[in-house]
């Protein structure tokens, strides 16, 4: 009998320990103390233009008390009327003429100025500064403050204005043209150095031809803002449809100052559709925009194409690899096109310089007139004004542009998301937001702030409508671009769940979007405070109305201590902007 011993068995494994939890294991994420800054930051700006906006003496009470003086302005206002043909026909010519040469002096000065600022052609670190602070300083400074000075110092006429408009547009331009400039391939760059090409073909062959379509919408965009702007250069000596606008309200003769506003409204919406044509033209390749004039092009493309017109907006020459044949181009349908408009953009220009009647003499005269001048406007001086009155007047400017800016913030969200394509809850709803933007974007703010001070008195009310209302066509329209370029993944992922139109927008597109709308809106605030400087000349309160009286007295000194606190501030906005928008990308 064998004996059998038993194997004790073998101690149990421990249970494993429970896995911690997904939320356990992901790390939390730390908000850091600079971003925490900018969300304070941002919170006491908001605080900043409501009680700029509770100031601003806006109510809607006041407002339907102020009909009764509406209907009697109209009233009074009767049938519109314009000036005699002839004098239309030539005042509309010379303001277009005048802009139009203000834009390209602008456009072509640009061009140095941000090879200068931009950081990988600049020749130095110094050069880069010299370049920033030019495109600050010429932005900062108002172009109405350039026309003063230049109606010193040259003839009356369109000189003073087509230099304030160039000089003033040169900020603009030169800062979003360097901004191109430091976002190319240094691809074909690097390829014409290592070949011997010189910085010139560098420029030339390698970086202009990327920039260049950047470089075309930013020089039309900015024409449109000048033609805009042109109205409240007549206030201070400015030849065309501005000057003749003020001296229709300032002898009360409203019926025709209205006419010429109408004038100008739609010379604002004609120009963006010519916009859109120039840029085909220019470009090649057809309209993508979703602007009025973009679609205007559009719709020409599809009706000329119904009636058996040859349209041919992507057009691409064939390579060829023969080197003869590539030398002698053929003349096809696309160079021909390609000759015509040049010919005809040069033939505007010379017109334009025509029509204006500029008097080249006194670009040689005027240095004799610069010491003398120079004496008037420096040092700067409050003259007989104390300091707490020009800084209370600044700091009123600054609310209106708080004010004005939240007001169009709040509109614009709704309108501009209603735009867009992926949030609108139909094509016909889309289409009015966007006409709505446009007739918005069309009325000169100056022309909308001349009619409520009429109807509502002088003072800040009417320049924080004005500037509200026309904030609404510039930031709706940025919000709804913005909008309509977000990643399309996480919307479609939410309707795939079956979230409502809201839940998507709330979830999905407004997270994405708020980087553009943090950045827009600080656009729009920079905008509004030079804005608010302008609209005070004609009485919408603030700094503006001692910048005028300061321009009419003789007190230049005055003029430039003005002109100091209004670039102060604007370099403390633009640091602002360029913080957040770092912080919050």
């Given at each position: 009998m064998s004996l059998i011993t038993a194997t004790p068995p073998a101690p149990s494994a421990p249970p494993p320990a429970p896995s911690p939890s997904i939320a356990d294991r992901a790390p939390r994420r730390r908000v850091s103390p600079e971003r925490i800054a900018a969300i304070l930051a941002l919170g006491a700006i908001v605080v900043a233009s409501v009680i700029a906006l509770a100031d601003s003496g806006i109510s809607i009470p006041s407002m339907i008390e102020s009909w009764g003086n509406a209907e009697r302005f109209f009233a009074r206002v009767g049938t519109i009327t314009f000036p005699e043909p002839g004098e239309l026909v030539y005042l509309t010519a010379l303001t277009i003429g005048l802009v139009l040469c203000g834009t390209l002096l602008a456009a072509v000065i640009s061009v140095p100025i941000a090879y200068l600022a931009a950081s990988n052609t600049t020749p130095g670190r110094g050069w880069q500064a010299f370049g920033r602070f030019v495109t600050v300083l010429t932005r900062a400074i108002p172009d109405v403050v350039l026309a003063m000075v230049f109606v010193l110092m040259f003839s009356l006429g369109s000189l003073p204005g087509i230099l304030a408009i160039g000089i003033h547009s040169i900020g603009m331009i030169a800062?979003?043209?360097?901004?191109?400039?430091?976002?190319?391939?240094?691809?074909?760059?690097?390829?014409?150095?290592?070949?011997?090409?010189?910085?010139?073909?560098?420029?030339?062959?390698?970086?202009?031809?990327?920039?260049?379509?950047?470089?075309?919408?930013?020089?039309?965009?900015?024409?449109?803002?000048?033609?805009?702007?042109?109205?409240?250069?007549?206030?201070?000596?400015?030849?065309?449809?501005?000057?003749?606008?003020?001296?229709?309200?300032?002898?009360?003769?409203?019926?025709?100052?209205?006419?010429?506003?109408?004038?100008?409204?739609?010379?604002?919406?004609?120009?963006?559709?010519?916009?859109?044509?120039?840029?085909?033209?220019?470009?090649?390749?057809?309209?993508?925009?979703?602007?009025?004039?973009?679609?205007?092009?559009?719709?020409?493309?599809?009706?000329?194409?119904?009636?058996?017109?040859?349209?041919?907006?992507?057009?691409?020459?064939?390579?060829?690899?023969?080197?003869?044949?590539?030398?002698?181009?053929?003349?096809?349908?696309?160079?021909?096109?390609?000759?015509?408009?040049?010919?005809?953009?040069?033939?505007?220009?010379?017109?334009?310089?025509?029509?204006?009647?500029?008097?080249?003499?006194?670009?040689?005269?005027f240095w004799a007139k610069v010491p003398e001048i120079a004496v008037q406007f420096w040092p700067p001086s409050f003259g007989n004004y104390d300091a707490a009155t020009m800084f209370g007047a600044m700091a009123q400017t600054i609310g209106i542009a708080l004010a004005a800016t939240l007001l169009a913030f709040v509109v614009s969200v709704f309108v501009g998301s209603v735009a867009a394509r992926n949030v609108a809850p139909n094509g016909t709803v889309r289409t009015s937001m966007r006409l709505l933007l446009v007739v918005i974007r069309g009325i000169p703010e100056v022309i909308l702030a001349i009619v409520l001070i009429v109807i509502t008195g002088l003072g800040s009310q009417a320049g924080t409508l004005a500037l509200a209302f026309g904030g609404i066509g510039l930031l709706g329209k940025l919000i709804a671009d913005s909008f309509e370029e977000v990643k399309p993944g996480p919307e479609r992922a939410l309707r795939a769940t079956g979230a409502s139109r809201g839940q998507v927008y709330a979830s999905a597109t407004l997270p994405q979007g708020t980087r553009a709308l943090i950045g827009h809106s600080f656009y729009l605030l920079d905008t509004n405070i030079r804005a608010a400087t302008i609209l005070g000349i004609v009485g919408g309160g603030g700094i503006g109305y001692y910048l005028l009286n300061a321009g009419q007295g003789s007190n230049y000194a005055v003029v430039t201590a003005i002109v100091l606190m209004i670039l102060v501030t604007v370099l403390i906005v633009e640091g602002i902007a360029m913080w957040m928008r770092r912080v919050f990308k």
């Open positions: 800062k979003l043209f360097a901004d191109a400039i430091e976002q190319i391939d240094e691809g074909p760059r690097r390829a014409i150095r290592a070949a011997g090409g010189s910085k010139l073909q560098e420029f030339t062959s390698g970086i202009l031809p990327q920039v260049l379509p950047s470089w075309v919408a930013t020089v039309l965009h900015r024409n449109d803002i000048n033609l805009r702007g042109s109205v409240v250069l007549g206030y201070v000596g400015v030849v065309g449809l501005g000057m003749e606008m003020s001296f229709a309200f300032k002898s009360l003769n409203y019926s025709e100052g209205l006419g010429i506003a109408l004038v100008m409204f739609a010379l604002c919406v004609v120009m963006e559709i010519v916009s859109s044509v120039v840029r085909q033209a220019m470009l090649g390749g057809a309209p993508t925009g979703r602007g009025l004039g973009d679609r205007v092009v559009r719709l020409a493309g599809r009706a000329g194409a119904k009636r058996g017109v040859e349209t041919t907006p992507v057009a691409r020459p064939a390579v060829s690899h023969d080197l003869d044949a590539a030398l002698r181009r053929p003349w096809d349908a696309v160079r021909i096109r390609n000759t015509v408009w040049g010919w005809l953009a040069f033939a505007v220009v010379v017109g334009s310089v025509l029509v204006c009647n500029i008097q080249w003499g006194d670009l040689i005269t």
